[in-house]
């Protein structure tokens, strides 16, 4: 129970503690979710210790996005937690990648491209998925606080790319260039990719 995991964490602290030694970091762990969310509630009332927030044995990548965001996502906004940790079966980077843009998603974190992307419909005419991803891998290095889109099709593209600070949008053998929802200029769709990337190396300078 979650009762039972703050009450176990509680005796091994007091337990060290009787060997005068407090420079200690709490870390509960539970691999149900909404049972670690309740533990952490439980736990932060009772110490002055930081604590390690995590989801234990969260899963695959997709599995264990998923939970984490939730569980992570729900402690924090009740700032509880002073460290975090995801826990994935797969690349150890994935986990990194996953916990920063957990904080960042919270406005816990600044620096670095957030990607928003819209889902496809009949409208796409380009490979907006492929497009996406190559996107998200570009940016991984650039440090600039911004928001980027990356819009299916030239109809809607501009209007809802608006709240992002640079975009782009695909056409028919063609696509546009958006800040902030106005359109910049049109440029083939081949070279799109390259256009973001050299608004983006501008933007750093």
Not at 133 to 160: F, H, R, S, T
């Amino acid at each position: 129970t979650a009762q039972g995991i703050v009450e176990s964490a509680l005796s091994k602290v007091r337990m060290i503690e009787e060997f005068d030694y407090d420079q200690l970091v709490i870390s509960i762990k539970s691999s149900d979710v909404m049972m670690c969310v309740k533990a952490h509630e439980l736990l932060a009332p009772k110490t002055n210790y930081p604590l390690h927030v995590g989801i234990t044995e969260s899963g695959t990548l997709t599995s264990g996005n998923i939970k984490s965001a939730l569980g992570l996502g729900i402690i924090l906004h009740q700032g509880i937690g002073d460290t975090i940790r995801v826990s994935l079966t797969g690349d150890p980077v994935e986990e990194i990648k996953s916990a920063k843009l957990i904080l960042k998603t919270l406005g816990l974190r600044k620096g670095g491209i957030e990607v928003v992307s819209c889902p496809t419909c009949g409208r796409t005419r380009i490979d907006l998925i492929s497009l996406a991803n190559q996107v998200e891998k570009m940016v991984e290095n650039y440090d600039l606080d911004i928001k980027v889109a990356v819009m299916g099709c030239v109809v809607n593209g501009p209007g809802e790319a608006r709240e992002a600070d640079i975009g782009i949008a695909g056409g028919i053998n063609e696509g546009l260039l958006i800040k902030k929802g106005e359109i910049i200029k049109k440029v083939p769709e081949q070279e799109l990719l390259k256009t973001l990337q050299d608004e983006l190396d501008q933007w750093e300078k």
